[in-house]
């Protein structure tokens, strides 16, 4: 042991002390230490556990949207109406443009690929911006081209971004049913608006781990959420039916100069199906916000205020995309004469041949002025069944009358006119109807009686005249038939849903009766087809509530419809037609609107297969198809005409026939002239077309044989005498070969005004 | 009492008396081929051997172990590029999709009723007409029957036939 100075013994080693405090900081070091991660450890993984799992999910793993294909909307066959597509939105990054000779290299490349204006190209480059869009939703040609473009030149500061773009193939076809969507690629009108979230689908997810330098790491972590694309919606609609609809309504709208737009809608009166719906003029959904409408386009041009200009233009654009049928009420006139005429059948306060007299106006109370007829002079005594083929106002007032407030009131709701249809499509108007105090008054209910003085939505018009067609039923229209995924499962389907039993078989059946008689007998005929049996009514409805700038009310504006159904004896379809505002020489429902129905029932009932079944009269009238007689020999040929029922009128002397007219298989009136050519010579001869406008139909054909003509009847009403040509296919005094058919349209000009 | 006889033996060394017992013969060692190795480079041998064998199977597990890391790495490879091939795969064809999508549309633009009506306008085409159709009327108990023409039988057909015909014939 050695000593330390003072020669005490030094101790060697820690001493107690020391080891005591070594064992106390070892304590410390073995227990407190731990204690305080396990604490820390407690908190991270058991109390903000959540939170660190998020932050760590948010640093560790990406997410990626996938966009579901929008779904598509199908017609009741299966034909596609609007689909949707992969396009690119191509963006430029100005910031990371490098220079001014990339800058105009992009602008001038960029402007012939996209087609955009160049300058605009320069001006986006030239921002201090990180994301400029030079134009979107572009194809996959013009992607390809800027693809090429960027690894031709090296471009960085071009890229693309995927994005998707609704395609309407058939352009303005049903665009006030379907609709469009806007550049986010949600629904904005029409079936697109209100299927919105049924066509959206559902997004999916890619969540994959990604690396601290943000690349992904596909085999670290991935799980993937499958996007659900959106159902697919079939239609109702019928795409030759509303080919025919909007082809024969455009027509009437142009021919009659109609300026506050025409609306047309079929309906299957035993389902509810909307089979075609139209409004004209209207939209193409590809590109909705340009106007085609001439005449809009016109009053748009004058306009040289910028904010008046562009305040034009978007209401323009707004009435563009409304559909008529269903966001637009009207006073139905004369049509509404079916509904009241159900009433009264159905409440046993008229039949059929209850008598009314009609002097020209009507007082439903004594010191007020006269309700007038539309014929000045009155229609005299007649039963209730002229009545409603007249359209008598007076006999319709006096019905009004019997059926009386209440019960009318009552019927008007049951018919549906007090309450949305229900269809699925948005922008459903509401009616503008009298209280049932209001229609206490006399003179209230009479106008009512014959339509006038409330408003309804053609769609409601239909629906009811519907409930008259199919043995008193009131339907709800629909426009979706089903919804089906993109394997073809159906999803869903919509079923006929009756609302109510508004009138009985038999007075629906009584009723349905006279309205074809309005047809066969009345105001309708320019509705009659030749083999088919058509049921309607007309109506030329005047409009009271227009007014100019200056606020004084605008005249003589009228609304003239027909509302319809065939075959009557059997009915599948209805149809109404309205033109708003016609400005024509005869603007009476009867006269404009009634061909129109004609026109598209003629097409449409053969594509239900509907055969036409033709009377021993109607057969008799046809024409018939011209034999072939060229190179015959002038007797033989003779002799084939005759035996066909034609005439025969021989020019020229030699002994062949070189030439025939008509040709053969070209149709010809039964009882019309075949004319031969038997030389050279006479087949250059000519006669001149006469003026046969305005003529009767008898007048029209004896002009045409003076001249060596032929006639071919076409339009409506030429079965009746008070049928007019109104049109003739080769116009007055151009010189054609004798026993060429002259075309000649007929109709019958009824006057059918509601006021 | 003590065992002197071994007690002699083994402390009575003024007599050695070992010396006056037989020896034993001391038998010359044979001479034999085989070489001793000495028991160091025995061990040093089986050292070697055994080194040779750790280090052998040393390697072969490293090998085996490097071979299945690159097989590991080469799958993931492989794995990654049939991924990214998938993937392009799955864009090709979604881009295909959409360019039928957008050309279908355009035939349906083409194609489109009205087109066809103007078409056929413009070609001085009719539609089928009323008096192209001849109409007749049949009175009840009238039935129409159509009359198809004969079908030419077979070659094998008309064999059969001429042979059935010859034997028929004889059987009359």
Known sequence: MANNKNNKPEAQGNSKKTINKMIFVMVIMIIVAPAILIISLIRIQFIDNEMYQQKAINQQLRQTVITPQRGTIYDRNMKPLAQSANVWTIVLNPNSVEGEEERNLIADKLSVILDVDRESIYEKAGKNRYYEVLKRKVDHDTYSQVEQFKVDYNITSVYSVEDTKRYYPYEDFASSVLG??????????????????????????VVQAKSATGQDMPYGYETTYEAQNGTNLVLTIDEVIQHYLEKYLEIAAIENNVTNRAAGVIMDVNTGEILAMATKSDFNPNS???ITDQNVLNSLSS???EEEYS?????????????????????????????????????????????????????????????????????????????????????????????????????????????????????????????????????????????????????????AISAIANGGNLLEPHIVRQMIDDEGNIVSSTETKVKRQVISESTSAEVSEMMQSVVTEGAATNAYIAGYRVAGKTGTSEKR?????????????????????????????????????????????????????????????????????????????????????????????ENAIKEKGLKVKIMGSGTTVVKQVPVQGESIPQNGTVVLYTDEASSSQTTTVPNIVGLSVSDANAALINAGLNIRLSGTGFENSGSVCFRQDIQEGQQVEYGTIIKAEFRVDVADDAA | ?????????????????????????????????????????????????????????????????????????????????????????????????????????????????????????????????????????????????????EKSAGIFSQIADFFTNLFGGFVE
């Open chain 1, 180 to 205: 469009f969507t806007g550049t986010d690629n949600y629904g904005l009108y029409g079936l697109e608006a209100y299927y919105d979230s049924t066509l959206q689908g559902v997004p999916g997810w």
């Open chain 1, 288 to 290: 909705p916000f340009e």
């Open chain 1, 303 to 305: 306009i040289t205020d």
């Open chain 1, 311 to 463: 305040k034009a233009k978007n209401e323009a654009l707004q009435e563009s995309w409304r559909n008529k049928v269903v966001s637009d009420t009207y006073e139905p006139g004369s049509v509404f004469k079916a509904v009241t005429a159900s009433m009264a059948l159905e409440e046993k306060v008229v039949t059929q041949s209850d008598m009314f007299t009609c002097t020209g106006s009507y007082r439903p109370v004594n010191n007020i002025n006269p309700i007038k007829c539309h014929k000045a002079g009155g229609h005299g005594t007649i039963t209730f069944r002229q009545g409603l083929q007249q359209s008598c106002n007076p006999c319709f007032m006096q019905v009004g009358a019997r059926i009386g407030p209440e019960n009318f009131y009552e019927y008007f709701g049951a018919f549906g006119f007090r309450e949305h249809t229900g269809i699925d499509l948005p922008g459903e108007a509401d009616s503008v109807y009298h209280s049932l105090e209001t229609l206490q008054n006399p003179v209230s209910l009479a106008v009512d009686s014959f339509g006038q003085t409330f408003r309804v939505t053609p769609l409601q018009m239909i629906t």
């Open chain 1, 545 to 637: 509530d227009v007014y100019d700038e200056n606020g004084n009310q605008i005249q003589d504006l009228r609304i003239a419809s027909f509302c319809g159904f065939a075959p009557a004896d059997d009915p599948q379809i209805a149809i109404l037609i309205i033109l708003d505002e016609p400005h024509a020489s005869n603007i009476y429902g009867g006269t404009i609107a009634a061909p129109v129905a004609k026109s598209i029932l003629e097409e449409v009932l053969p594509y239900l297969g509907i055969e036409p079944v033709y009377t021993a009269e109607e057969i008799s009238s046809m024409d018939i198809s011209t034999p072939n007689v060229l190179n015959e020999q002038v007797t033989t040929a």
């Open chain 2, 1 to 149: 009492m003590p065992n002197f006889d071994e007690f002699d033996r083994k402390v009575n060394v003024a007599y050695d008396l070992s010396l006056f017992e037989p020896q034993p013969k001391e038998i010359p060692k044979k001479k034999n081929n085989i070489i001793e190795m000495p028991r160091q480079r025995v061990n040093q041998n089986a050292r070697r051997l055994e080194n040779f064998l750790r280090v052998s199977s040393a390697i072969l597990v490293v090998g085996i172990v490097v071979s299945l890391f690159f097989s590991l790495l080469m799958c993931r490879v492989q794995m990654t590029e049939l991924g990214d091939e998938i993937s392009a795969t799955k864009e090709s064809l979604a881009t295909a999709q959409s360019d039928y999508t957008i050309l279908e549309m355009e035939l349906k633009s083409k194609t489109s009723l009205k087109t066809i009506e103007e078409k056929s306008d413009e070609l001085g085409m009719d539609k089928l007409d009323k008096h192209q159709i001849e109409y007749f009327s049949l009175t009840d108990g009238d039935k129409a029957e159509i009359v198809e023409p």
